[in-house]
């Protein structure tokens, strides 16, 4: 990530020198820049005007750090310590100076000849107005990372604060002594771009020192890492968290003593009794219950759920319907809520007075079924006799009946059906 | 909990609803039967239920005894059978008691009340349109 976020800064340096952006002399940095202010329209006639032809990118993106490494090296008149490594960038300086247009072949063995050490070596005081402006653009145009998880990584970039430099007239032979010592150590693995990119980004930064280190170790430690490791931040923090033992507090037999031996009171006058191992119990209750810890879901939590509801309601739902009714106290407030309860438990009639109250599904059903019954006669009834005689009458009776439902009509034909049936041979004696 | 909250939509839990000493807006203080008054009424009670059992089979049997259609031979066995039927479950054994103090005799059918618990409700005014009478 820091290293996309550093070849995007060298990109747009690359712009930015090409013209391409346009950046306004306005958009300075806080305070650091008083010394970049007074070269600031040099350095945009300068940089505006270097037309950049067919290199390759990584020939720019170097043109661009050592040609940035070495416009701030010249613009501090001051400086005196890296005369003898200035020396060739102060001949390209010179160069540029002179004229607008340099060829793109003299710049490129220029690169080619510079040793790749001195990049490192060089150590950048402030950079140029434009590096700096394009750096604070791709700060501004970075986009934040708004996670929750916490990556174990030091803060890249000490914040900026707005108090100057406390030191910013440093001994220059001491911090080159130290910009030796660090990067000595630091140089053999790391892309040379990349640490001058990190370089020129600690610039900008109160502490250079540390930022330049900093950002070199992450340097480092990105090389290290190859790219699918780095997206597994998250993991290799549970991978950390769950090779850690869980440290258990060690309690259980803190009050062990010997049962014989006697325990005093806070003031050694009186003797404690015993307690027994009621303290260690206590310890031992204390520990996490089956329910606070992780859950193994090897049971499917909802499964059960579905088969329940289908039963209907529960003794303990029809228990707990009761003890809402009591503790709500539903008792009517007045008569018209005591006739609206009778009503509801079927001791009051519905009003307006409906004759057919219990006898909504009758409706539906046909006259004919009421009226002609004969077709029941038909079946295991003899025709002739006092037997048909007798079930005509009944049918006649009960298709005048209008309180009876079909269903009753039907279920009496079948019980005299069954009695006759029954009694058969008392008719045949009867006849006989 | 959610079956509880349909039972009490529904109505099915009022299982408890008349408790002690109810008061209802009137400021009288109603009694509260949770028992029948005498055993006399109890045994009433099941004649009733009884009989409304045996309502239809005792009505067949009748109309196959009160008939001069069938063979005699038929009714007297129709006779035999309605006899064996349980005592209590023809209708004759039901008395109408004073649904309040169960009184068998002087009771209103219309208000299903004894004459004393009758004449004690209409003086408090707790009978609906019955007034003292004068003329």
Same mark, same amino acid.
Request: proline share 5%; with cysteine; aromatic share 6%.
């Given at each position: ?29 806080? $305070? ?34 050592? $040609? ?36 793109? @072949?003299?710049? $490129? ?35 934040? +990372? ?7 990584? #030091? ?19 001491? &911090? ?6 660090? %990067? ?13 990119? @990190? ?26 890492? !190859? ?30 003593? #010997? ?23 206590? @310890? ?5 219950? !089956? ?46 809520? +005591? &006739? ?45 006799? !006092? ?46 | &909990? ?78 035999? +059978? ?21 009184? !068998? ?11 004393? %618990? ?15 009478? &004068?003329?």
């Amino acid at each position: 990530m820091r290293v996309a976020i550093m070849y995007k800064r060298l990109l747009n340096i690359y712009q930015v020198r090409n013209g391409l952006i346009h950046t306004q002399n306005t958009r300075l940095p806080s $305070t650091k820049c008083k010394e970049k202010e007074r070269v600031a329209p040099v350095i945009w006639t300068m940089g505006g005007a270097r037309p950049l032809g067919t290199s390759s990118i990584f020939f720019s993106e170097n043109k661009e750090s050592s $040609t940035s490494l070495s416009e701030d090296n010249e613009k501090r008149p001051e400086e005196n310590e890296a005369n003898a490594e200035v020396n060739n960038d102060g001949q390209k300086n010179t160069k540029i100076n002179e004229g607008n247009n340099i060829s793109n @072949a003299m710049l $490129t063995s220029q690169l080619e000849t510079e040793p790749v050490v001195k990049l490192e070596d060089s150590k950048k005081f402030d950079k140029t107005k434009t590096g700096k402006e394009s750096l604070l653009e791709l700060l501004g145009a970075m986009k934040v +990372e708004v996670t929750t998880i916490r990556k174990i990584r #030091p803060p890249k970039f000490p914040r900026v604060s707005e108090r100057p430099d406390p030191k910013p007239m440093e001994s220059v032979q001491s &911090m080159f002594q130290h910009a030796t010592a660090e %990067v000595s150590q630091q140089h053999e693995t790391l892309i040379p771009t990349l640490v001058a990119a @990190a370089s020129a980004a600690a610039s900008t930064l109160p502490n250079r020192r540390q930022a330049e280190s900093e950002l070199l170790q992450q340097l480092r430690k990105h090389e290290a890492i !190859p790219d699918t490791q780095r997206r597994a931040d998250g993991q290799n923090i549970g991978d950390i968290i769950s090779d850690m033992k869980v440290g258990k507090k060690q309690n259980g037999r803190s009050n062990a003593r #010997p049962s014989s031996q006697i325990r005093f009171d806070e003031d050694g006058q009186g003797y404690t009794q015993d307690r027994g191992i009621t303290g260690e119990l206590d @310890a031992v209750r204390t520990r996490k219950s !089956p329910f606070t810890s992780k859950r193994l879901n090897i049971f499917n939590a909802g499964a059960e759920q579905d088969s329940l509801s289908d039963l209907g309601p529960t003794l303990w739902d029809i228990d707990l319907a009761n003890q809402i009714v009591q503790a709500t106290n539903q008792t009517p407030r007045n008569g018209f809520e +005591e &006739m609206i309860q009778w009503t509801k438990e079927g001791k009051l009639w519905q009003y307006p007075i409906n004759n057919e109250a219990g006898l909504e599904d009758e409706a539906s059903v046909p006259f004919h079924e009421h009226v002609f019954l004969e077709k029941h006669l038909d079946e295991s009834f003899p025709r002739q006799g !006092p037997v048909r005689h007798f079930m005509e009458l009944v049918i006649t009776g009960l298709a005048k009946n209008h309180h009876l439902t079909v269903q009753q009509k039907q279920e009496h034909i079948a019980w005299f059906r069954d009695y006759f049936q029954q009694k058969d041979n008392v008719l045949k004696e009867a006849e006989a | &909990m959610a079956a509880a909250w349909k039972l009490l939509g529904t109505g099915m839990g009022f299982l408890q609803s008349s408790l002690p000493a109810y008061r209802s807006s009137l400021g009288v203080v109603e009694q509260v039967r949770s028992y029948y008054v005498d055993w006399r009424m109890v045994r009433d009670v099941k004649r009733r239920q009884m009989a409304f059992e045996y309502a239809d089979t005792r009505l067949r049997i009748n109309a196959i005894r009160k008939n001069t259609i069938l063979p005699k031979e038929l009714q007297e066995i129709a006779d035999k +059978e309605i006899a064996a039927l349980p005592r209590d479950s023809c209708p004759v054994r039901i008395r109408n008691r004073c649904v309040m103090t169960s009184r !068998p005799r002087g009771v209103k059918r219309r208000w299903r009340l004894s004459r004393i %618990v009758f004449r004690h409700l209409a003086d408090h005014n707790q009978m609906s349109g019955i007034q003292r009478s &004068m003329w």
